[in-house]
């Protein structure tokens, strides 16, 4: 009997860990992969930037064509903070899991979408509406996978793990993001070479968005629902008055310096990002004019460079602080953006260019990697998926403006590489004056 008592003791020690364990894979599966199945379709655009702006803002300058083509880009940025705060209020009053699903289909379907689109030569203007109307229809899915992501990963994951989940899911997800494009471009261009890209090519681009959402299905499955969530939802029971009925409204009030002093870290990680990883397809095409094979080999080189980058300074952020990684990550980018990005114009060789590559993005991609622990530790679980998402999805709307701002700005290609170095100081000073003011907030997610 004892022994049949001890052996039963054991059993019932080690179910709870054993089912603890299960949420924490499936919980970083989940915002990994949906993050990175979002940031993909995002990522199609960029990579067909010179594509599309022939076919859906054709114009005699090529600079113009590019910002036009950016401009469609911010456009679904500026969609974000709406989808954050129609999904964000969905997640926290009934959970992150639904939230996540319904916005991972959207995006995928969406962006599929664009490839039935007719160009210019087809239909004239109305090409460019309709371009533009679907991408504002994308940003509000893209807003609302942010809300989910963002918050179930970290909210599932032990303590001293939060930091290396916030640059797995943050960073890592948008290196997978840009690594699963950085292929399918590779191998649609060898399928549709030259001018049959033009054609077709493109068009299958979008039309592979339609895997993540097929795939998100079967990952979320095993999807079970924020154990902080969970335990909020419990108290909810027995004391109606603890779930905050109107998050929105709580964020743009009781928690709205918050909300500002966050924007100043959250612009800067989000002008790191689209500046370095999201300029460079476009930088490397405009400027250095390589080949077709070597900038899918420099994207995927950049893509594993932006998951490494992540995870160390985000995990650097758990053991050392948030506030202090923030503090030197901003040093670093102030000094080290401008030197590789006037290094990489002048670069001479293909081995030159990876080097300068790996390096911008490097550095650029560590500014954000704590921004999304940070963001969950500001916000009490009642209001966290709204509050994160807006943070987030506010600051990266306007880190994702950068790209038309630095095009307009410089008038010819020639200027990019000098207009970004002055853009990259600016924003960086900021940052830096936003780590200083915030408080240190590891340790504080309740």
């Not at 964000?88 to 995928?108: F, L």
């Not at 490839?115 to 030569?121: C, K």
């Not at 509406?129 to 509000?140: A, E, N, S, T």
């Not at 630095?406 to 960086?428: C, E, K, R």
Request: hydrophobic share 50%; net charge positive; proline share 4%.
């Amino acid at each position: 009997m004892m022994s049949n008592a001890v052996s039963t003791g054991v059993v019932r020690e080690t179910e709870p860990k054993k089912t603890e364990n299960k949420q924490i894979v499936s919980a970083t599966a989940a915002s990994l992969l949906g993050w990175s199945f979002d940031l993909y379709d995002l990522f199609i655009l960029l990579y067909v930037t010179p594509t599309i702006g022939k076919l859906f803002f054709p114009t005699t300058n090529p600079t113009l064509s590019l910002a036009a083509v950016y401009a469609s880009f911010a456009v679904t940025l500026l969609m974000r903070p709406l989808g954050s705060a129609i999904f964000g209020s969905y997640a926290d009053k009934h959970g992150r899991k639904n939230a996540m699903t319904v916005a991972i289909i959207g995006v995928g379907l969406s962006t599929a979408v664009f490839g039935l689109l007719p160009t210019v030569p087809q239909i004239g203007f109305f090409a460019a509406l309709l371009f533009l109307l679907l991408r504002l229809v994308q940003g509000v899915f893209v807003g609302g996978v942010v809300a989910s992501t963002h918050t179930i990963g970290t909210e599932s994951a032990p303590p001293k793990w939060r930091g290396l989940m916030s640059g797995l899911i943050g960073g890592g997800g948008a290196g997978l993001g840009a690594l699963f494009a950085s292929i399918a471009f590779m191998v649609v261009s060898a399928i549709f070479p030259g001018e049959a890209f033009e054609g077709w090519g493109w068009r299958v681009m979008f039309f592979t968005g339609i895997l993540g959402s097929v795939a998100g299905l079967f990952v979320f499955r095993t999807l079970e629902e924020s154990p902080l969530w969970t335990e909020m939802k419990k108290k909810k029971n027995e004391n109606q008055n603890v779930v905050e009925q109107k998050p929105v409204k709580a964020l743009f009030t009781t928690y709205s310096k918050i909300l500002l002093v966050n924007l100043m870290i959250v612009i800067g990680g989000g002008s790191g990002y689209y500046l370095t990883a999201g300029f460079i397809p476009t930088f490397l095409n405009v400027v250095n004019k390589v080949s077709s094979a070597t900038l899918s080999g420099v994207l995927i080189a950049a893509s594993i460079a932006t998951i490494i980058s992540a995870m160390i300074a985000g995990h650097l952020s758990e053991v050392y602080g948030r506030k202090k990684v923030f503090m030197v990550v901003g040093l670093l980018n102030v000094i080290g953006l401008p030197y590789f990005y006037l290094s990489l114009a002048d670069a001479g060789s293909v081995t030159a260019i990876y080097f300068y590559v790996v390096c911008l993005v490097f550095l650029g991609n560590a500014a954000y990697a704590p921004v999304l622990i940070f963001l969950n530790e500001r916000f009490p679980t009642s209001i966290r998926s709204t509050g994160t998402g807006l943070s987030w999805n506010m600051g990266f709307a306007i880190g994702g403006m950068m790209p038309t701002f630095v095009t307009l700005a410089s008038g010819t290609v020639d200027n990019i590489p000098h207009t970004l170095m002055y853009f990259a100081i600016v924003i960086y000073l900021v940052y830096i004056v936003g780590s200083v003011i915030i408080p240190e907030t590891k340790g504080r997610l309740q």
